[in-house]
């Protein structure tokens, strides 16, 4: 039974305004966050500017761009001269994400300084971990974790954001740094979307994948718990990664979970827009603002998008 004529719904849809007025979900520069790579040599990326690597020079400069742009924070990834097995760049003090954050923290105190802790860009068979008898060994790797979110808070990271999915990794580096804001990338899948940061990041595994330790596409019960997990040991944020192809999983988490959620649109997402733009078949800032209010409407406070700049310019 439907009580048209008196319910007309397109009334509220007949200005601008009124859109406006009624609009459920906002979407500004405040709830972007603007992921960055820094490497020893700048790489341009023409398809997929968000992708490109920077230096510890002109990273400088793109965060004065992106400050002027008025973008919030930024998520640094380190691209090291040099890999071995254990990925000790990661946490030497004179690494490359290090190096950047000394620059930046000095030169950007209002620029939110996020570093993601990984060991996958460091080692030279690219898996997030340290190899011990041909598996990736959780409790030798949340040790080299912990050690590379103390140098990272060290070097004047704000944030750290470990993204291994390891077990037990939020408490290990918890317990070394027990002021420092964490937000957890708890549920990450293993995804065929990140094939464009594998390329930027060189990070692609030697062998084998990643899902002995990244989570399986078929499951939501079990994003549960890893978010119970990390809330137990003491995550002040909780991410899903992806975000497109996961926002029923972004809807349960929001739903059951008090903490601030953050979502990563990740380098696939992003890229498929701009091939499918690049082709003539889509409007890109259009599919672009769809896609990261649909992130928001499901769920997410704050998202990390290789859009983040190109969104704040479209906005002057
Ligand atoms: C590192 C990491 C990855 C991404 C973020 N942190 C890649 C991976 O797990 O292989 C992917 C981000 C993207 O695709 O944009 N572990």
């Given at each position: 039974m439907?009580?048209?004529?008196?319910?007309?719904?397109?009334?509220?849809?007949?200005?601008?305004?009124?859109?406006?007025?009624?609009?459920?979900?906002?979407?500004?520069?405040?709830?972007?966050?603007?992921?960055?790579?820094?490497?020893?040599?700048?790489?341009?990326?023409?398809?997929?500017p968000?992708?490109?690597?920077?230096?510890?020079?002109?990273?400088?400069?793109?965060?004065?761009?992106?400050?002027?742009?008025?973008?919030?924070?930024?998520?640094?990834?380190?691209?090291?001269?040099?890999?071995?097995?254990?990925?000790?760049?990661?946490?030497?003090?004179?690494?490359?994400?290090?190096?950047?954050?000394?620059?930046?923290?000095?030169?950007?105190?209002?620029?939110?300084?996020?570093?993601?802790?990984?060991?996958?860009?460091?080692?030279?068979?690219?898996?997030?971990?340290?190899?011990?008898?041909?598996e990736?060994?959780?409790?030798?790797?949340?040790?080299?974790?912990?050690?590379?979110?103390?140098?990272?808070?060290?070097?004047?990271?704000?944030?750290?954001?470990?993204?291994?999915?390891?077990?037990?990794?939020?408490?290990?580096?918890?317990?070394?740094?027990?002021?420092?804001?964490?937000?957890?990338?708890?549920?990450?899948?293993?995804?065929?979307?990140?094939g464009?940061?594998?390329?930027?990041?060189?990070s692609?595994?030697?062998?084998?994948?990643?899902?002995?330790?990244?989570?399986?596409?078929?499951?939501?019960?079990?994003?549960?718990?890893?978010?119970?997990?990390?809330?137990?040991?003491?995550?002040?944020?909780?991410?899903?990664?992806?975000?497109?192809?996961?926002?029923?999983?972004l809807?349960?988490?929001?739903?059951?979970?008090?903490?601030?959620?953050?979502?990563?649109?990740?380098?696939?997402?992003?890229?498929?827009?701009?091939?499918a733009?690049?082709?003539?078949?889509?409007?890109?800032?259009?599919?672009?603002?769809?896609?990261?209010?649909?992130?928001?409407?499901?769920?997410?406070?704050?998202?990390?998008?290789?859009?983040?700049?190109?969104?704040?310019?479209?906005?002057?």
């Open positions: 439907s009580s048209f004529p008196v319910t007309r719904l397109r009334r509220l849809r007949q200005t601008s305004v009124l859109r406006d007025f009624v609009r459920e979900t906002s979407l500004s520069v405040d709830d972007l966050l603007m992921p960055l790579f820094v490497a020893p040599q700048q790489l341009r990326n023409a398809r997929l968000g992708l490109a690597r920077h230096t510890v020079e002109s990273v400088v400069t793109e965060c004065e761009e992106l400050v002027r742009l008025g973008v919030k924070g930024v998520l640094l990834f380190g691209v090291p001269e040099e890999k071995d097995d254990e990925g000790s760049g990661a946490w030497i003090d004179d690494g490359i994400v290090q190096s950047a954050l000394r620059a930046l923290s000095a030169r950007f105190p209002e620029l939110l300084l996020v570093t993601d802790v990984c060991l996958c860009e460091y080692t030279t068979h690219g898996h997030c971990g340290v190899i011990v008898h041909g990736v060994d959780n409790d030798a790797t949340i040790e080299l974790l912990a050690r590379t979110a103390v140098s990272h808070v060290e070097a004047g990271a704000d944030v750290i954001a470990p993204s291994d999915m390891m077990d037990g990794r939020v408490a290990a580096i918890r317990e070394q740094l027990p002021t420092t804001p964490l937000i957890a990338y708890s549920v990450k899948y293993a995804s065929a979307f990140y464009p940061f594998r390329e930027v990041a060189d692609a595994p030697a062998f084998g994948d990643r899902r002995g330790y990244q989570m399986d596409p078929g499951n939501v019960r079990e994003a549960l718990r890893e978010c119970e997990q990390d809330v137990l040991e003491g995550a002040d944020m909780l991410m899903v990664k992806p975000a497109l192809p996961y926002l029923d999983v809807r349960a988490v929001r739903d059951r979970f008090e903490l601030p959620l953050a979502a990563y649109n990740v380098s696939g997402e992003y890229a498929m827009v701009k091939a733009a690049a082709a003539g078949d889509l409007d890109e800032q259009a599919a672009a603002i769809e896609s990261l209010t649909a992130i928001r409407r499901a769920g997410a406070d704050v998202i990390f998008t290789y859009w983040a700049k190109e969104f704040a310019s479209w906005l002057c």
